[in-house]
């Protein structure tokens, strides 16, 4: 089995402006972590654009001509929290375009697995508006994507801290997606409750404020995994942000990395059990440098089984 890293330079040069926590560096973290010697061998792939009508399965055209307008303003707020500079249009491209990639990857080679370094994230981004740091919604796009090509069903896994309100507004009445979410109870943006089950294929694990591995654990072994293991899916992609981790200064959940090395591993079982071990994650959240590094490597290092 193996895990390919997709990433891009250009998603350094997509600016947020000073101080913006969602800045070039958190990427440079993750990849100064992949750079270790026991992540040598996984090989690394330059993502490509996606398509404009890859994108336009989950968003409205008035979005996608927001984004890459080229007339606009070189900076620009698409709300208060989400800003594009000069670069932003095409990073958004691209890190669609890694997740697609990616999924193309593992519908042509189930024993391809693969981590999309990317940024800008993308699980706050609806059908037709970007926030939350989000332009396009990555996953998203490549979760329609393999339904295109073919997959009766999807699994979209989620342990951002922050809730994907896109992902699940995108999927809301789609019985062919499963989107199963742990977050941070009444955090930004204040979605997820336990009740918002879609056309039941929408399944949230809210967590109290000051949670930490027991009540996580919990979530997924007694709520989240059972769900998913009824859905069988043939495709598991990961929304993996890792701002629940106690070092995250924007939220209150106190994870560690050995917590999301544990997940990890059973989505790679649901992935062996029911989908030929297809299993695609891309970045999220995670705003603390050096939780960043543990998490990411815990991650890639459980779904290489290193």
């Known amino acids: 089995m193996t ?3 997709y990433t891009h330079p250009r998603f350094h040069q997509h600016d947020t402006g000073p101080g913006h926590p969602e800045s070039p560096a958190r990427l440079t973290a993750v990849m100064e972590a992949l750079a270790a010697p026991r992540f040598a061998l996984l090989p690394r792939r330059e993502a490509v654009h996606a398509l404009r009508s890859q994108i336009a399965r989950v968003h409205t055209r008035a979005l996608i001509d927001t ?3 080229p007339y606009a303003p070189e900076w620009r707020p698409l709300d208060p929290d989400t800003w594009m500079s000069p670069h932003s249009a095409e990073a958004a491209l691209l890190a669609a375009g890694a997740v697609v990639g990616a999924v193309d990857a593992a519908l042509d080679d189930p024993r391809e697995r693969a981590f999309c370094a990317v940024r800008p994230p993308g699980h706050h981004a609806t059908p037709d508006a970007a926030m939350g740091f989000c332009l396009f919604n990555n996953v998203a ?3 329609a994507h393999a339904l295109a090509r073919g997959l009766e069903r999807v699994a979209i896994v989620d342990f951002d801290v922050h809730h994907g309100n896109g992902t699940q507004d995108i999927f809301w009445s789609d019985l062919r997606v499963m989107y199963a979410s742990s977050h941070q109870d009444a955090l930004y943006p204040g979605t997820g409750l336990r009740d918002e089950t879609g056309a ?4 949230n694990a809210p967590l109290v404020a000051g949670s930490g591995s027991a009540a996580f654990r919990a979530a997924w072994e007694i709520r989240l995994l059972p769900a998913l293991d009824a859905f069988e899916p043939p495709h598991v992609l990961v929304s993996a942000g890792f701002d629940a981790h106690r070092l995250d200064p924007l939220a209150d959940l106190n994870l560690d990395a ?4 544990w997940l990890t591993a059973r989505l790679v079982a649901l ?3 029911h989908a030929e071990g297809r299993i695609v994650s891309s970045l999220e959240g995670g ?3 050096q939780a960043l590094r543990e998490s990411s490597a815990a991650h890639v290092a459980a779904l290489a089984g290193i």
């Open 3 to 5: 895990v390919t890293i």
């Open 271 to 273: 992935a062996e059990r």
């Open 258 to 261: 050995e917590d999301y090395a």
């Open 141 to 143: 796009v490549g979760a």
């Open 200 to 203: 039941g294929n929408i399944a």
């Open 67 to 69: 984004v890459l307008d």
């Open 287 to 289: 705003y603390s440098l």
